[in-house]
């Protein structure tokens, strides 16, 4: 098969997945990269670029299942994006992440790699779901859902969708059966016309109060009190504790907040990890997988070991979940966090908790870390999916603590940021992983270092 044409049709077989989640198969003896495919799939393609040494193909068509594969279980799986590994049993998706991580490692000379734990849960496990409004074609019936494989401009009405429970999937179909009846239009990124932008659902897994966000642009005033009503009046296994409009007039497609508006309840709600509570906004971070977040903290409690005498920083801590959930175990913590409202939330569920040893500071790490003159015994990092930024991860490698806990929701630049820091003297000891997001390519990981 010499001289393969960008853009002509082929049919390959998928050997394995390399990170994150991409199907890896052979033409003219050149490796091919396929979003979307699974080791043991024959698969339709389209060359979409030929490189020096490789392809890159999208995903056309599944001639002929794996062996491994299993019956989908949502009715969506075949047009939406959500979750493409869901036709694999659960323990063959473990067995591939582990594969993936441990080529992903290895290639840059990292080893003591110690395992994935599981998702304690493996469907209904999201406490939070971000949804579109918009549709399948141009001026179509009016959609909420997400973006279905390949089609990031339009979307699909996800009311089965298995990642989440029951109470997500009756509000879903309520707002979009309320919106059509009102003939609500939704919001083109293009033209920067319409209403309707995004819907949020948040729930406490634990406690089960449950948070409606509904993001709409300033371009019509509604009155939404009826469908208040009508939400208040749903047969939800949880409690609905506040129904919220956001403002958004950015141009940008993120969810962002100009004004909000509470229509019913309040603006926050309660969850509970690890023995803790944890009062919530619109806008905070917290972990989506609840279950499986107790399993990552758990990770980070095992690495810190011993810490009664040890001072510790939490860079890039968000809301403060790992600060509080360390906050026995340690000395002294102090988290630093650039979002001003998770900073605010991070120092109420202080006094929610009574967590006397720990405390907060709101700012940029890179910029904070220089104006900090306290010395940590141990760092820990959970920075977002770029990885630390270079001018802190200098001054974290100048500090010269002697322990060093990682945590990341990207193995690319994890790896990146390990490599650096074992060129300055630090000691990579062992990293494990955790499932937090079952039937998807995300892997979390959380490493330790020592010097």
Known sequence: MVG???????EVYIEEINYPGIGVGYLDNKKIRIKHALPGQKVKVKIHKKKKDYYIGRLLE????????IKEKCNHFKSCGGCNQQTLPYDIQL????????????????????????????FEYRNKMEFSFGDLEKDGLLQLGLHPRGRRFDVI???????????????????????????????????????LRNLVIRKGLKTG???????????????????????????????????????????????????????????????????????????????P??????????????????????????????????SQVIAEDVNKVIGIEIIEEAVEMARENLKINKIKNCSFINGDVQEKLFELKEVPDLIIVDPPRPGIHPAALNKIIEYGCHE?????????????????????????????????FPHTNHIESVAYLSK
Not at 98 to 118: R, S
């Open 157 to 195: 009405t996800v009311d089965s969708c298995v990642l989440v429970d029951n109470d997500f999937r009756v509000i879903l179909s309520l707002i979009i059966e309320y919106m059509r009846k009102h003939k609500l239009k939704r919001y083109h990124v293009k033209n920067r016309q319409g209403f």
């Open 95 to 122: 067995i591939e992440k582990e594969k993936q991580m441990k080529k992903l490692f290895k290639a840059k000379g990292i080893d003591n790699f110690q395992g994935l734990l599981p998702s304690p849960r493996i």
């Open 289 to 322: 997988n609840t279950y499986a977040a107790e399993v990552l903290y758990k990770v980070v409690k095992d690495f810190l070991g011993d810490g009664k005498n040890k001072f510790v920083f939490d860079l890039y801590c968000g809301t403060g979940s790992i």
């Open 404 to 436: 060093l806990i990682y945590v990341s929701c990207n193995p690319r630049t994890l790896v990146r940021d390990l490599n650096i820091m074992q060129d300055s003297g630090y000691t990579f000891n062992r990293f494990k992983c955790v499932d937090m």
């Open 4 to 10: 393969i044409k960008r853009r002509s049709i082929q």
């Open 209 to 287: 109060e449950i948070l409606v966000n509904l993001i709409t642009t300033s371009q019509l005033k509604h009155d939404f009190s009826q469908l208040s009503k009508e939400l208040k009046m749903l047969p939800l296994q949880g409690e609905l504790v506040g129904f919220l409009q956001t403002i958004n007039d950015d141009y940008a497609d993120a969810v962002k907040c100009d004004r909000l508006i509470i229509h019913y309840g309040r603006d926050f709600y309660f969850e509970e990890l690890l023995n803790l509570r944890f009062k919530i906004k619109p806008f905070s971070f917290f972990q």
């Open 62 to 69: 599944v001639i002929k299942r794996s062996s491994k594969e």
